[in-house]
């Protein structure tokens, strides 16, 4: 029956086909772990939604997403707000859901968790402009919203993976120019020429520590702003952010709210996850919802434990 049965969406693309490609073991190894399931191949960008909502309708209690961030964030999508599971299968590559959640990248041992069935009540968030997009990591805007706008038409298409992000990355910070901004995180206000935000629910941005010690159950979003950068200092900006603590950074700040707005003087690309779920934005609204989304985990994760004991208990989930 559907209520007992597991429904896989599953993104052949992920990992840059990857996914797809090893989908034979995929599917034998599910079958081993799960015994009976359903499953659906996405076609196409938020096509897991339409896959997830489907499953929903139909009477399925467990969703997985098989994939990457993106893929999980489809489900949460179609899913939010009600007691169906929600787990994933990390085959992406970029899943920095993994990290915040305490999935291994490991198929064996991630089925090993879906399997257990365990699950916590955990946090989303809500953002609202000229379309809305629910998300449990992070969504950022700014520069790297201008480097996702540039990617699909970038061309290049014999570089791969990160050293392809990185060179566009380079390029794009030569043309980028920041934009006038207001932000409102509760009662605070600022206004700055913005260059980079982040906001969310983790500490986990492409695989970077960008707001240390966030994590889901701190009861807040948190926001990470970088300023007045352009060219090679926002390079350098950019650099030190993710390799180094952003409180050595006199240009960015931490903030943690509930509500959270920011208006900004031209319009702006928004990515949640992975995806770009708004182009041309220059307002948009975000907030906290509690109990949100019913997660499969490990029993053993502990979010409040400090980014380095998470990075030690992850390694110690992989072996």
Same mark, same amino acid.
């Given at each position: 029956?559907?209520?007992?049965?597991?429904?896989?969406?599953?993104?052949?693309?992920?990992?840059?086909?990857?996914?797809?490609?090893?989908?034979?073991?995929?599917?034998?190894?599910?079958?081993?772990?799960?015994?009976?399931?359903?499953?659906?191949?996405?076609?196409?960008?938020?096509?897991?939604?339409?896959?997830?909502?489907?499953?929903?309708?139909?009477?399925?209690? +467990? %969703?997985?997403?098989?994939?990457?961030?993106?893929? $999980?964030?489809?489900?949460?999508? /179609?899913?939010?707000? =009600? @007691? #169906?599971?929600?787990?994933?299968?990390?085959?992406?590559?970029?899943?920095?859901?993994?990290?915040?959640?305490?999935?291994?990248?490991?198929?064996?041992?991630?089925?090993?968790?879906?399997?257990?069935?365990?699950?916590?009540?955990?946090?989303?968030?809500?953002?609202?402009?000229?379309?809305?997009?629910?998300?449990?990591?992070?969504?950022?805007?700014?520069?790297?919203?201008?480097?996702?706008?540039?990617?699909?038409?970038?061309?290049?298409?014999?570089?791969?993976?990160?050293?392809?992000?990185?060179?566009?990355?380079?390029?794009?910070?030569?043309?980028?120019?920041?934009?006038?901004? +207001? %932000?409102?995180?509760?009662?605070?206000?600022?206004? $700055?020429?913005?260059?980079?935000? /982040?906001?969310?629910? =983790? @500490? #986990?941005?492409?695989?970077?520590?960008?707001?240390?010690?966030?994590?889901?159950?701190?009861?807040?979003?948190?926001?990470?702003?970088?300023?007045?950068?352009?060219?090679?200092?926002?390079?350098?900006?950019?650099?030190?952010?993710?390799?180094?603590?952003?409180?050595?950074?006199?240009?960015?700040?931490?903030?943690?709210?509930?509500?959270?707005?920011?208006?900004?003087?031209?319009?702006?690309?928004?990515?949640?996850?992975?995806?770009?779920?708004?182009?041309?934005?220059?307002?948009?609204?975000?907030?906290?919802?509690?109990?949100?989304?019913?997660?499969?985990?490990?029993?053993?994760?502990?979010?409040?434990?400090?980014?380095?004991?998470?990075?030690?208990?992850?390694?110690?989930?992989?072996?």
């Amino acid at each position: 029956m559907a209520d007992r049965t597991p429904y896989l969406v599953i993104n052949p693309q992920a990992n840059e086909g990857n996914t797809g490609k090893n989908l034979d073991r995929i599917l034998a190894l599910s079958k081993e772990v799960l015994g009976e399931f359903e499953y659906g191949l996405t076609t196409g960008i938020g096509n897991g939604i339409d896959l997830a909502k489907k499953a929903k309708e139909n009477g399925f209690s +467990t %969703i997985l997403a098989v994939g990457g961030d993106g893929t $999980l964030n489809e489900v949460v999508n /179609a899913v939010i707000n =009600s @007691n #169906i599971k929600v787990g994933m299968l990390p085959t992406g590559g970029s899943c920095d859901a993994f990290q915040t959640q305490g999935i291994p990248k490991s198929l064996e041992k991630s089925l090993e968790i879906v399997s257990s069935g365990y699950t916590k009540k955990l946090p989303a968030g809500l953002a609202k402009g000229d379309t809305e997009r629910y998300f449990i990591d992070m969504v950022n805007g700014a520069f790297t919203g201008y480097v996702n706008s540039r990617e699909r038409d970038w061309g290049k298409s014999w570089l791969k993976g990160d050293l392809r992000y990185t060179l566009l990355a380079f390029e794009s910070a030569m043309k980028y120019k920041p934009v006038r901004t +207001t %932000i409102k995180v509760d009662d605070f206000v600022r206004n $700055l020429d913005l260059s980079f935000f /982040a906001l969310g629910l =983790s @500490n #986990i941005i492409a695989g970077y520590n960008v707001l240390p010690e966030n994590h889901p159950e701190k009861g807040d979003l948190g926001v990470v702003t970088l300023r007045d950068q352009k060219g090679l200092k926002l390079i350098s900006s950019m650099v030190r952010l993710m390799f180094s603590s952003i409180t050595k950074n006199k240009k960015a700040e931490i903030l943690y709210g509930k509500n959270i707005s920011i208006e900004s003087e031209a319009g702006m690309t928004w990515v949640t996850e992975g995806e770009i779920f708004s182009t041309e934005a220059k307002k948009l609204e975000f907030s906290f919802i509690p109990d949100a989304i019913n997660m499969i985990i490990s029993k053993d994760w502990k979010y409040e434990s400090s980014d380095a004991e998470k990075k030690k208990a992850l390694k110690a989930l992989n072996k």
